[in-house]
């Protein structure tokens, strides 16, 4: 015969709340020393990285004196320079060995059009009345600074 236990609590159960931190991990040296640029340099760095070993990365560094961020290392823009430089210049001298040097400048120049989204994150597009297609006479719209506006400006709503 089984005997049946009722345990029962006086107090409430407490658990204690328990928060988990996620954390990006941070980039090397050389990956935070990647220019910001403007999706065409970007590109054009690619392509001069696939034709040349190096030369993309090369004139990236130089980018930063005129057309491009420093990126995420903390050095400035004569450090990026000097660590692009010498990057392409690693690329270049490896590329002979097994194209090493090749497929990193590759991966390098796919890593400048990846980095290009941030070259400018403010530059977010701007929805204001004259660039909403204005309703054929008969259609009335609201004039105030309503809520109503800012859907019509999103083109979220139409008015018959």
């Not at 054009?44 to 995420?72: D, E, H, K, R, W």
């Not at 890593?111 to 204001?128: H, I, Q, R, S, W």
């Not at 297609?133 to 506006?149: C, L």
Request: hydrophobic residues 45%; aromatic residues 10%; charged residues 10%.
């Amino acid at each position: 015969m089984m005997k049946e236990m009722v345990l029962t609590y006086d107090q409430p159960i407490v658990a204690e709340a328990v928060s988990i931190k996620a954390e990006t991990p941070k980039p090397s040296q050389l990956r935070a020393a990647i220019p910001a640029m403007h999706i065409a340099a970007a590109v054009t760095c690619l392509v001069c990285n696939i034709c040349i070993p190096g030369l993309g990365t090369m004139v990236a560094g130089f980018s930063v004196f005129c057309c491009a961020n420093p990126g995420q290392s903390g050095y400035g823009k004569l450090g990026t320079l000097c660590i692009n430089f010498w990057v392409g210049v690693v690329q270049l001298a490896t590329c002979w060995i097994f194209f090493i040097g090749w497929i990193w400048s590759v991966l390098w120049g796919i890593a400048f059009v990846a980095m290009a989204g941030e070259y400018n994150p403010d530059d977010k597009a701007v929805v204001t009345m004259a660039s909403v297609a204005q309703p054929s006479s008969g259609y009335t719209t609201p004039t105030s600074n309503s809520e109503e506006v800012q859907l019509y400006q999103a083109g979220l709503k139409t008015y018959t």
